[in-house]
Nanobody, 122 residues
Framework: QVQLVELGGGLVQAGDSLKLSCVASGDTVCISAMGWYRQAPGKQRELVAHVRNGRSATYADSVKGRFTISMDNNKKMVDLQMNALKPDDTAVYYC????????????????WGQGTQVTVSS
């Protein structure tokens, strides 16, 4: 059982920076990847950034070069550093954790945070 809580959302102006954090509690041993997704009103949820344990991160084209995802060694926290924010970045941001480690005796599972609002004004 894993619980995820996002922190750090808010209202900022275009060009500002903001850092989101997602704190995981419970048993995090089986987590193999973590990511950030976002959903704007009337739009589909989309992947923003994703990182697998021991591998390089991937990013949506729209945020590449501006956002950086980082996961700690214990997989208890994943951060999203957002720079040069644009109004199009406005959305509810969700953190996600994946358990895909059958070789460790883990069952497959996905966990989601409650979401945090990021609003970027021009």
């Amino acid at each position: 059982q894993v619980q995820l809580v996002e922190l750090g959302g808010g209202l900022v102006q275009a060009g500002d920076s903001l850092k989101l954090s997602c704190v995981a509690s419970g048993d995090t041993v089986c987590i193999s990847a973590m990511g950030w997704y976002r959903q704007a009103p009337g739009k589909q949820r989309e992947l923003v950034a994703h990182v697998r344990n021991g591998r390089s991160a991937t990013y949506a084209d729209s945020v590449k070069g501006r956002f950086t995802i980082s996961m700690d060694n214990n997989k208890k926290m994943v951060d999203l550093q957002m720079n040069a924010l644009k109004p199009d970045d406005t959305a509810v941001y969700y953190c996600e954790a994946e358990e895909r480690a059958a070789e460790l005796g883990c069952d497959d599972a996905d966990y989601w945070g409650q979401g945090t609002q990021v609003t970027v004004s021009s």
